[in-house]
Nanobody
Framework: QVRLVESGGGLVQPGGSLRLSCAAP????????MAWYRQAAGKQRELGELVAFITSGGSTNYGASVKGRFTISRDSAKNTVYLQMNSLKPEDTAVYYCRATWRDAYWGQGTQVTVSS
């Protein structure tokens, strides 16, 4: 069974920063494209907003609402993808999910990010 394990979520004030991690110990990580999605709590993750995407070759793309504030990166030695989130806004509040795609697609369980004063 493939596991994607997200961590790093929490409560942060507006303007603050968080770094999310997604570990994929069971994958041949280097061949997978990795992405972060977000969705309101209780809603279907597959219908969520694409936040950031990084290909197996390291090319990146971002959703319009986070461009310039968030950075996605990957460490193949650790089988981990990261999402550095800066200048957080209340509208960034969501459950953040990691997704791995190649021939199949796998999702993590999600980590809650709450931006509030």
């Amino acid at each position: 069974q493939v596991r994607l394990v997200e961590s790093g979520g929490g409560l942060v004030q507006p303007g603050g920063s968080l770094r999310l991690s997604c570990a994929a110990p069971d994958l041949s990580f280097s061949i997978y494209d990795m992405a972060w999605y977000r969705q309101a709590a209780g809603k279907q993750r597959e219908l969520g907003e694409l936040v950031a995407f990084i290909t197996s070759g390291g090319s990146t793309n971002y959703g319009a609402s986070v461009k310039g504030r968030f950075t996605i990166s990957r460490d193949s030695a650790k089988n981990t993808v990261y999402l550095q989130m800066n200048s957080l806004k209340p509208e960034d509040t969501a459950v953040y999910y990691c997704r791995a795609t190649w021939r199949d697609a796998y999702w993590g369980q999600g980590t809650q990010v709450t931006v509030s004063s």
